[in-house]
């Protein structure tokens, strides 16, 4: 006996009319997200559109399909445009309309600033409804492939040996043109247009020799300050101990480019990097984020095209708006460690906590048994006491914490999200996608801290709940007043009192003897 199977009429199926509530449950991020972007202001944007032209696509809709796209993993503007035609979230958000790739890649590109702003709206949307609370936060970096190609790059050296080869390429063409009648020209070969590239060619390498050098003269500030740091803390612990430090005096930065100093010509401001996962370089931007711990969202960015995180605490922090509030500490690894960066976390009223070294990834026994640590004593250097701060029981605990909140934030943004590398090129467009990046991550978050709940409704509730604890305190406050209305005003209207008192008491039905005061117009 042969097996029945479920079988599918393929031709009946395109004839079948779909509704698209029916596909998107209430609870759907489709819904959540159309939801969230109904809240928020964006005159901004409005008012850069003009009065002239065709009729354009709202804002709203082509943010709806941005924020979807990016939280959902589809970040080119050609696949947005094919998922408005074939994915049911996006249709209902583009509102059954199609806009085109060109229209999504010039709109993302246009409004960086102003998706900005909107970040920041979406982070207040989450501390109204009482799921942000800044508290304790933690700051890492990551690095992110740009739009470049590593072989579209040329390093200082090979900057040196090109120019001189086509300075003389060019020379040999001038010579070639000055011969009568093109003699010794080869067919098909056009020596203006020869020149003309080779020219191009040497333009660009002069602007790639001006950018090196002035990198290298930067970065020699950045070390010549390390080193006389490095100096400064060596000198204080041999006043200090009465004896020279061990080890290897640290030595002086050399100023100039290096021969291996790279520049790229697809996009200039990105720089070459080491990978973190194979070891390996490439072109890349150095990716900044601050998360707080309690909620895991993220309320901070940056971008640089900086390889290290030495200078990256400053303008991260900043980038925390201050109507969120400030936050209490941070917490940073290693890389971030400098006297610099301590001064600047406590300038603005944060309380640091800068891992000084590298840590083992697993405790030992003898870290374990550990006696409790010492306070260090006066006059030790920013190291010595931020490693005394780690290993308090509330610095070991706050900066623990990093591998539970920031790390795996980075970790969700990479592997969940899939976003690996950046469709704009330049810093400031790179730096404006990281931010439209770190902003679907926090739809996608507030998505499941709100558990589905619609933003607009949770608004209402978190109102509703105001508006009973503000009930709550006016009652506590006039309880006070009636106790001092009994006990004063009882007597001269005794009848008024007691029907009150009766109203209110739960055996008011039961008969109540009542006795006239000596002040009722009816006593004797």
Not at 89 to 114: M, Q, S, W
Not at 166 to 184: D, T
Not at 211 to 234: G, I, M, N
Request: charged share 20%; proline share 8%.
């Amino acid at each position: 006996m042969s097996r029945s199977f479920k079988t599918a009429d393929y031709a009946a199926t395109l004839e079948v009319q779909v509704r698209l509530g029916d596909c998107l449950p209430p609870e759907h991020l489709a819904r959540f997200v159309a939801d969230t972007i109904g809240l928020l202001d964006l005159s901004a944007i409005h008012a850069r559109y003009g009065a002239k032209g065709g009729q354009p696509y709202a804002p709203a809709l082509l943010l709806g399909i941005l924020f979807y796209g990016y939280t959902t993993g589809v970040f080119s503007s050609r696949k947005l445009e094919r998922a408005t035609h074939e994915s049911i979230p996006f249709r209902y958000l583009a509102g059954n309309l199609h806009p085109d790739h060109d229209t999504l890649a010039h709109f993302r590109r246009t409004f960086l600033a102003e998706i900005q702003e909107v970040f920041v709206q979406i982070l207040l949307v989450a501390q109204q409804v009482g799921v942000l609370d800044l508290g304790v936060v933690s700051q890492d970096g990551t690095k992110i492939h740009a739009d470049a190609s590593k072989s579209q790059a040329v390093s200082y050296q090979r900057v040196g040996e090109l120019e001189p080869r086509v300075q003389a390429e060019v020379a040999a063409l001038f010579a070639l043109a000055e011969q009568a009648e093109g003699q010794g020209v080869p067919p098909g070969l056009v020596v203006a247009e020869e020149i003309a590239r080779r020219e191009t060619r040497l333009a660009q390498l002069a602007v790639a020799k001006a950018v090196l050098e002035a990198r290298a003269a930067e970065r020699y500030a950045a070390e010549q300050a390390e080193y006389e740091a490095k100096l400064a803390e060596r000198a204080a612990k041999a006043e200090r101990t009465g004896k020279q430090p061990g080890g290897k005096p640290p030595a002086p930065p050399t100023p100039g480019p290096r021969e291996k100093d790279q520049y790229n010509f697809t996009d200039p401001e990105s720089r070459i990097m080491k990978n973190g996962t194979d070891a390996g370089f490439d072109q890349h931007y150095n990716a900044q984020l601050v998360v707080a711990h309690a909620s895991l969202l993220v309320v901070g960015t940056s971008l640089s095209p900086h390889p290290n995180d030495q200078q990256e605490v400053e303008p991260t922090l900043d980038a925390i708006v201050p109507a969120l509030g400030t936050p209490t500490a941070v917490a940073l690894d290693a890389g971030f460690f400098s006297a610099a960066n301590i001064r600047a976390c406590e300038q603005r009223g944060i309380d640091p906590y800068i891992a000084p070294g590298r840590e083992a990834h697993q405790q030992t026994l003898a870290d374990l048994l550990a006696p409790t640590p010492v306070p260090p004593p006066e006059g030790a250097s920013p190291r010595v006491r931020m490693a005394y701060k780690l290993r308090t029981p509330e610095g070991h605990a706050i900066y623990r914490a990093r591998k539970r909140t920031v790390e795996p934030v980075i970790g969700i943004v990479k592997e969940g999200l899939g976003f690996r590398q950046f469709s704009l090129r330049g810093e400031q467009a790179a730096a404006g996608e990281w931010c439209l990046v770190c902003l679907a991550y926090n739809l996608k978050r507030l998505y499941v801290l709100l558990g589905g709940v619609l933003p607009s409704v949770a608004l209402a509730q978190a109102a509703q709940r105001a508006l009973l604890a503000a009930i709550r305190l006016l009652r506590a406050a006039c309880r006070p007043l009636a106790q001092v209305r009994r006990r004063w005003f009882a007597p001269l209207f005794p009848y008024q009192h007691r029907a009150a008192d009766r109203r209110r008491s739960p055996r008011a039905d039961k008969p109540t003897l009542i006795s006239f005061s000596p002040f009722s117009p009816t006593g004797c």
